[in-house]
């Protein structure tokens, strides 16, 4: 190929991309997409401590998610629980912003085995989270009568799946 020709296809290369992203839907998915993840990377290249990493990543699920499993390694009880989760509706009526992990998610994040009251490993829940004025709160069930009313009050609020 001659060099005049290289630099024709060169030109018209760089003609082309720019037409490109000239488009709106284009145009949109740059902004969003791959200048979103470069915004990230500025904000997250000088803290490299995972913990911090994550904190930034996922906020609120990640931050209340681990304030509630932090509640069971003080008492070295992650591996035993089942704990029953109200849904994020449940949280927005009581004035807190807690966009709530699905149960796999939650285990990801913390190590602790949660449910969902639509489950039906619900029944078999030994702890649940709720509020208490503005606090997060965690109780154990101690009879059958607390599970079902837990079950029945956090099913008033729906689930995202």
């Avoid at 998915?29 to 913990?51: A, C, I, S």
């Amino acid at each position: 190929m001659k060099p005049d020709k290289s630099i024709l296809l060169f030109a018209i290369s760089i003609l082309l991309i720019t037409l490109f992203f000239l488009l709106p839907q284009n145009n949109d998915w740059e902004r969003h997409t791959v200048l979103g993840y470069w915004m990230d990377f500025q904000k997250q290249k000088n803290k490299t401590e995972p913990e911090r990493r994550k904190v930034l990543r996922y906020g609120n699920a990640y931050t209340y998610s681990r304030v509630i499993a932090s509640y069971f390694k003080q008492k070295n009880n992650l591996d035993k629980p089942l704990v029953l989760l109200p849904s994020e509706e449940y949280f927005k009526k009581q004035g807190i912003i807690y966009p709530v992990p699905e149960p796999a998610v939650f285990y990801y994040y913390t190590g602790l085995k949660t449910t969902w009251a639509n489950s039906p490993l619900a029944e078999a829940a030994t702890w649940y989270v709720h509020v208490v004025g503005n606090n997060i709160r965690v109780d154990s069930i101690r009879d059958a009568k607390t599970l079902r009313e837990a079950i029945s009050l956090f099913k008033q609020y729906p689930y995202p799946l």
